[in-house]
């Protein structure tokens, strides 16, 4: 079971294992689901070639008001010129919550600063967070869209968001200011 403190994720070993598993599997199923060529089908024939690999260099969080958070770790920096490469020869880039270390450690990220990072880097178009949240369907306004500074207001009204709901709202703000230009909650 995850635990948390101070909003953030501490992970340790047993943790950072169980996290290494599953973003595996999670990756061999979304591989072989992109692999599928069904006949009678508008894919019949298609070979989707799917990328993944070690994009994300990541630094460790370390300790916080006393608490050491193990292997949860945040952005360092992201490798926008193998992705871009890698998108531009037609692949699909998987990238996981995972970050790698110049050392080689490994880091639980999270997903949401994973992806607005990697859209900024790349100068997406587009970044799509696909949430179960349900504290956040409720737009300011009763608009569909919100500006960064909509975000800011929404979130002071709304004091009582999920901590996830809150994440996700900067991310998308953040990468809204820095030239993603839209983000889709879903």
Sequence with gaps: ????????????????????QAVGL?????????SLGLANSPMAGTRIRVASGNFV??????VLDGIDHG????????????????????????ISPL???P??????????????HVAIKINADKLIYLSEQKDIKRRANNSNHLTP??????????????QTSAHMLLNAANACRSGVRRVHMV
């Design 103 to 116: 050392t080689g450690e490994v880091f639980n990220l999270s997903g949401l600063d994973v992806a607005s």
């Design 57 to 62: 260099t990541a630094k460790p969080i370390g």
């Design 99 to 101: 970050g790698y270390s």
């Design 1 to 20: 079971q995850m635990q948390y403190a101070n909003g953030l994720r501490v992970t340790d070993d047993e943790t950072l294992l169980s996290v290494k």
């Design 149 to 162: 500074a909509d975000i800011e207001q929404f979130m002071k009204r709304r004091r009582n968001l999920s």
């Design 71 to 94: 292997h949860t770790g945040e952005v360092r920096r992201v490798d926008f010129q193998a992705i871009n490469n890698l998108l531009n020869n037609d692949n699909i880039v998987l």
């Design 26 to 34: 999670v990756r061999l199923e979304i591989e072989s689901q992109l």
